[in-house]
């Protein structure tokens, strides 16, 4: 009797430890589970493009509760006329998201299944620019940091069509005017090659050189409208027409598909042998000061990003740093505070996005360097007396001033190690590439100066809304 009595009672206690493990059935047969945890997110949106780039509250609260008209609404069909219209805008980039999924787990409340509705929750990063970083393998970054001619991805001989920059993800794209043939194969490239780029996470600048005047790609192969030489309005120093001027040419190039213009000319007309001439609007740095601003707020309000050059002033020079293998300005720091940085530092206030850095050495720093290769210029200069908190972008280094006295890849390699983000038009694409990445690896360029420039880059395609806000698990 008592052995039975101490069987019962062992029995017992055994039954309450274990009916408490996982995999143990309910007195209904059903298996109690521990559900997983589970966590979902919902495809972000590729934001639509904005129709400006604000550059103070003013314009922001004014622009911001516009929208791009899409292309069908655009007076333009096949060519466009010489209209000054400002109303021309592109069509806006954009996607939208799939339904919300279901998701369900087993509930362990009841004896019986049953079906939770759990809603997906997105998970929206509170930096999208490191977010997206974070994302992009070292290569990836390493080819933002390049601003090319279509001819540079493909190899081959002149582009009219769209890119596919899967292999190559550079970061922007310069056309000239052998890239041009009509408004609609310039569209269809552009807006193409803008997929590719997209369905690669980060979407792509399109630059072009349209000053007006004589330097006016657009204009005269597209018949986009056309401006005099910036000497003449320069004469009349109406900053309404300045802003006039860049906004009717940032809406008729931004209604092709351009987000970049490499305008305005901010230099000062000092030596009379410059290579610049009448693309200069005054020998008066005041002048050239408040026409640059001018037309920077107008291209900006037409969401088309503006280029200051040629830092740190061109004006001064007597010869052509296309053809010549070196430039030397002697100039003081006092004389360049006094001249050629007024109408920069007037440019980067009215909220410009870029600053090209010529090739020009200037005595002041006393490197030898052409300013693009000069951490004085870029870093000290640029950055650190003129604020500028954009993307430093070099002038084209194809030419002479860089191309004949540096390889490829040792002049990419001192620009980013002087402070610039953007190389454009290198002699030898592959070279100046491989020449960054190597110099990451082996640690002469650090992976945080790489991240830098590419979080002024991401900065200014998130305002375009060109980079898509990256997905999370």
């Known amino acids: ?63 911001s509760s516009s929208s791009p008209k899409s292309s069908s609404q655009s007076p333009i069909s096949s060519e466009f006329p010489n209209s000054t219209s400002s109303e021309i805008l592109p069509e806006p980039i954009s996607s939208s998201s799939p339904p919300a999924p279901i998701i369900s787990s087993s509930s362990t409340e009841s004896s019986s299944s049953s079906e939770i509705i759990v809603p997906p929750k997105p998970i929206i990063p509170d930096d999208p620019i490191q977010s997206r970083i974070a994302q992009m393998t070292l290569e990836e970054r390493v080819y933002q940091l390049f601003f090319v001619n279509p001819e540079q991805i493909t190899g081959g001989g002149t582009v009219l069509t769209p890119l596919d920059l899967s292999e190559k993800p550079v970061g922007g794209i310069i056309c000239m005017g052998d890239n041009l043939e009509s408004v609609r194969q310039t569209r269809e490239m552009l807006s193409k090659t803008q997929e590719s780029a997209l369905s690669n996470g980060v979407g792509v600048f399109f ?62 007309d000092i030596h009379p042998n410059n290579e610049l001439g009448s693309r200069i609007f005054s020998d008066n740095p005041q002048v050239v000061a408040n026409m640059t601003a001018g037309v920077v707020r107008g291209l900006n309000s037409s969401g088309v990003a503006a280029t ?33 940085f007024v109408p920069f530092r007037e440019g980067i206030r009215a909220g410009a996005d870029f600053v090209m850095v010529g090739h020009q050495q200037v005595t ?27 993307i430093a972008i070099t002038d084209a280094q194809r030419m002479n ?72 698990d």
């Open 207 to 268: 630059g072009v050189d349209e000053e007006g005047g004589g330097v006016a790609r657009c204009a005269k192969k597209l018949g986009t409208t056309a401006f005099s030489n910036m000497a003449s309005y320069g004469a009349r120093n109406d900053s309404n027409e300045a802003f006039y001027i860049g906004k009717t040419i940032g809406s008729d190039i931004r209604a092709l598909g351009f987000n970049v213009d490499f305008a305005p000319v901010a230099d000062v």
């Open 1 to 63: 009797m008592k052995t039975t009595i101490k069987r019962i009672a062992v029995v017992a206690v055994l039954a309450m430890l274990t009916g408490c493990s996982a995999g143990e059935k309910n007195d209904s047969g059903n298996e109690i589970k521990i559900p997983d945890i589970i966590s979902s997110s919902t495809h972000s949106t590729i934001p639509e493009v904005s129709s400006s780039l604000p550059t103070s509250s003013e314009q922001s609260s004014a622009e």
């Open 308 to 340: 200051l050059k040629h830092f740190p002033g061109l004006g001064a020079e007597d010869g052509n740093t296309h053809t010549a293998s070196a430039i030397v300005i002697d100039r003081t720091l006092e004389q360049l505070r006094a001249e050629e």
């Open 401 to 472: 001033t860089i191309s004949t006295v540096y390889d490829s890849g040792t002049a990419a390699v001192l620009s980013i190690k002087a402070g610039i983000d953007m190389i454009l038009s290198p002699a030898d694409f592959n070279a100046a590439y491989k020449g960054v990445l190597n110099a990451v690896k082996s640690g002469e360029i650090s992976e945080q100066r790489i991240n830098e420039s590419v979080t002024r880059i991401l900065t200014v395609k998130y305002k375009m809304g060109i980079l898509p806000v990256p997905e999370f």
């Open 364 to 390: 002041a720093f006393g490197d030898h360097l052409p300013a693009d290769l000069s951490y004085t210029a870029v870093t000290t200069m640029l950055r650190g007396e003129l604020g500028f908190t954009g």
